[in-house]
């Protein structure tokens, strides 16, 4: 199994587009990508802009190797109505548009369902779900929580065991920081997880001290509990750039139970670089 993070919060997007190959199947999860409006009272940067395309453009050539696409659910970082060209002759696994859904998200499957009527494309929704490609099993979760409550809505959770090895995505679980998010991870006891860590950019304000903390038993828990031996964090939890430092106790974990805990920039063996954290400092460093 071939794992590529191509657009991560570590590489200097909002993303979690994956791509993911088996010998019997390529897959890309999330093929989206986007940027904060307002970080530090400030738009983004010109060099925030320039990653972003260079992202998205990279998204679409990794598309073009895959046979299935998955949408975990309707925030624009996660997919992209306005360029449905690149599902054409895909199958197109969906969050299920109308059930366990807010509003926001509702109104944007429904615009998304109807821009994907220009293209040839084989649409499933996939909510608590099982795809068999050969010998290569797909399995999406049941709904749970985009963050700590319904309030943004639901997601689903991606496993893909391709017999020999085993990925599990979580998309925007913010932790995982309830049961619920986390049932799925230790059902699945996958060898390789890409987590949505914590929203530590926001603890106190719009993340509570309470959900960080269950975020880091939780993620302690799936190190204890799991056949896990690469465990990457990212999205939410690398707008911040002490995230290492706030998350000492599950490096400490990873580090006794023999558990690599990573960035997604790490994981490619790329350059870690934290362009949303660092807006603030862009501006400072460079006039336009």
Known sequence: MEIIPIAYDSMGVRSMATFVKTKDVSILIDPGVSLAP?????????????????????????????????????????????????????????????????????????????????????????????????????????????GADSRLGFVVEVYIDDGKNSFLFSSDVEGPNNAEQLAFMLEKSAQVVFVDGPMTYMLGYRFSQKSFQNSIENLKKLIAETDVKTLVLDHHLTRDLNWREKMQEVFKAGEEAGVKVQSAAEFAGVEEELLEARRAELYKMYKN
């Open 38 to 146: 307002k970080r530090y009272r400030l738009p983004p940067h010109r060099i925030e802009i320039e990653r972003m395309n260079q992202k998205w453009e990279e998204i679409k050539e990794m598309m073009k190797k895959a046979g299935v696409a998955v949408i975990t659910h309707y925030h624009y970082d996660h997919h992209d109505p306005n360029e449905v060209e690149i599902f054409s002759g895909k199958k197109v696994l969906l969050k299920h548009p109308k059930e366990k859904i807010n509003k926001s998200q509702m109104g944007r499957a429904k615009f998304f369902l109807e821009q994907l009527k220009a293209v040839d494309v084989e649409i499933d929704y996939c909510d608590g779900k099982s795809y068999e490609f050969d010998n290569t099993v797909v399995e999406i979760s049941n709904p749970v929580f985009h």
